[in-house]
């Protein structure tokens, strides 16, 4: 299988489109000769009514909209972007973008680089903050000055939170979801055992696995089992799989409980769509995200963007309390989500966050 199983940087997909931004410095020293973007819009834009919506770590530019050619997945928020939905689309202009380092179509660890070879090993050090300026770069590109709202959780969270801080006048309202104002301890060490599993792969190479044609899938899978479990609940797992042997399989003769079936399944599912070289750099970035990093420690607190913050009792990647702590230095009221499904359910439990979605677009639109 080739890298990213096919799903790489420059595939046709007839609802991509790309902007090419120019060189790019970066946070940590880094410089970037060539920055593209692939970015998916939905809606009229009318000057006014953009909403800027961010993906989590292995999600993409593909925020609505079904599965297709180059494109595996259906829309991760498919259930709240459209006509007549919580962000809908015969008002509201919508814009999402791949990240920077992503495999999705923006320049990454995968791009060819000005010689003509993948970038590789020579992929430089990026940072949320970086993230954020490609993001800024495209919205100029487009004539955005300013979004309604930006939205999103986990890494996306992380991002909006960076929007708020570096461009507030240029964020209407915000919602950030199932997400920490700075990487903790444990999300640290979660996100390094994930780099480290891809990188003891013999496939790793240093990262310059691309002309071999053959990637490090065995340590992304074994990365992608590690953040699956983090992503779901010991409740969730319990109910559904219990101690079941998968079907057809004997777990005491060198067969599968029906649970490593499961995370066989999520691990297959990534290999087929990403990039380990991008896995690692997003991971790491996460790893380095700080929004208090060379800032005042009161700079959440100074903010006068309105803001929702959105937590899930029952994630153990991002534990509430992280939140609950961006909302007191916000001064807003944490609205908590309830759901069986952890971390995920800032993707899942779409009535919900549905609900805030509405009411941070209604009130960027009130007369008050």
Sequence with gaps: MGTCGGWCEGDPVAWRQFADLGPMPLELGGHLPQVRVAYETWGEFDGKNAVLVQHALTGDAHAAGPAGEGQATAGWWDALIGPGKAIDTDRWFVLSSNVL?????TTGPSSTAPDGRAYGSRWPRITIRDQVAVEVA???ALGIERFTAVMGGSMGGMRTL??????????????VMATSASATADQIATQNIQIAAIQADPDWRAGDYYASGIAPLTGMGIARRIAHLTYRT???LAGRFGRDHQLGEDALADGRFAVQSYLDHQADKLNLRFDPGTY???SDAMALHDVYRGRRPEVLRQLEVPARVVGIPSDRLYPIYLQQQIAD???VELDVVESPFGHDGFLLETDAIGRVVSDILAAATSPC
């Design 138 to 140: 495209l919205a100029d």
């Design 280 to 282: 690692v750099s997003l």
């Design 329 to 331: 230095e916000l001064g």
């Design 101 to 105: 380092g992503g495999c999705q179509g």
């Design 234 to 236: 010991e409740r969730e």
């Design 162 to 175: 960076e929007w708020m801080v570096q461009h507030p006048q240029r964020v209407g309202g915000a919602l």
